[in-house]
C-alpha cells in the first residue's frame, strides 16, 4: 500500500493553518480593523445619497478590511482540513489495495475502509496508542506498518497473537496445537487447475484463501511462537504474499486500523468505478 506520509502531511497541513489564522486574529487583524474603523469615521458624517458614494464607501472598507493571501487561503482550508483530519485520525481512513496478498478477499484495486479506533485510539503521526478500546483478534484483516518498512502501509489477516505458537506446514495452518478447518471450495483454473480456493475458520472467523497446488517456499514448514506485544501476519493468497512468514512480527505500535468494508472498486484510471463489490471484509 503507499508509502506517502499522508498523516504527517495533514498534520502539518492543519497545524501551518491553524496556526496563520491564530497569529491574524491575534496581531495581523489589528491594524485592519483601524482602517476599517477610519474609513467608518470618515464617512460617518456623510449621507450617502448617490450609487457612488456608496460604492465608494464599500470599496473603502473592503480594501481596508482585505486579508493577505495566505490568512485568506488560512481560513477557507482550515476547516476543511480539520475535520479531515480528525476522521482520518480517530474514526475511519480510506486505502487503496495495490496487490494481490490478500487475494480473493479483497483484489488490486479495492478501495477500502479502516476503522481507527477499534484498537485503541492513537495518536497521529506518532501512532501511540492513548486511550486503549480493544485488540486484534484472529481472523480480522488489519492495516498496519511491517518491520521491514516501518513507512509503508500493509494490510493482511491476523493469524496468532500473542503467545501462540503458529505452524504452517504443506498449507496445514495450526494454532495452538489444533489444526484450522479447511474446506475445498474449487480448483482454478477448471481445465487445468494451479489453485485451489479453499474455506478457513478460525475462532468465529470464516474466510477465503487461495493456494498454489504445489505449495511454495514460504507454505511447506515453519514454526513461530508470537511475543507479548505483536501478532503473526498472512494474507490470503498463501503461496503469494511476503508476510510474517518472511519478515517476522508486527509490533502493536505499528497497527493503523482494522478494515472493515470494500466501497468501491476501480481498476485504473482509464476504467469506470465499479460498486460491485461493495460490502463487508469477511
Known sequence: MSSINLP???????????????????????????????????????????????????????????????VEYSKSFFPVLFIVFFLRSFLVEPFQIPSGSMIPTLEVGDFILVNKFAYGVRAPVLNKEIIPIGKPQRGDVMVFFPPHAPETYYIKRVIGIPGDHITYNNHQLTINGTVVEEKLIAQLPAGAPVLKM?????????????????????????????????????????????????????????????????????????????????????
Do not use: C
Open 8 to 70: 504527517l502531511i495533514l498534520t502539518l497541513a492543519v497545524l501551518i493553518t491553524g496556526l496563520v489564522w491564530l497569529f491574524d486574529a491575534l496581531v495581523l487583524s489589528r491594524p485592519r480593523k483601524q482602517k476599517v474603523a477610519a474609513v467608518e469615521k470618515q464617512f460617518g458624517g456623510m449621507v450617502l445619497e448617490s450609487e457612488q458614494q456608496k460604492t465608494a464607501y464599500e470599496e473603502a472598507k473592503a480594501v481596508a478590511a482585505k486579508e493577505p493571501m495566505l
Open 198 to 282: 479453499t474455506s478457513e475458520k478460525i475462532d468465529d472467523k470464516t474466510f477465503t484463501t487461495h493456494k498454489y497446488l504445489r505449495p511454495s517456499r514460504l507454505s511447506m514448514q515453519g514454526s513461530w511462537v508470537v511475543p507479548a506485544g505483536h501478532y503473526f501476519m498472512m494474507g490470503d493468497n498463501r503461496d503469494n504474499s511476503l508476510d510474517s512468514r518472511e519478515w517476522g512480527m508486527v509490533s502493536e505500535d505499528a497497527i493503523v486500523g482494522k478494515a472493515f468494508a470494500v466501497w468501491m472498486h476501480w481498476d485504473s484510471f482509464f476504467s469506470i468505478p465499479s460498486f460491485d463489490r461493495a460490502g463487508v471484509i469477511q
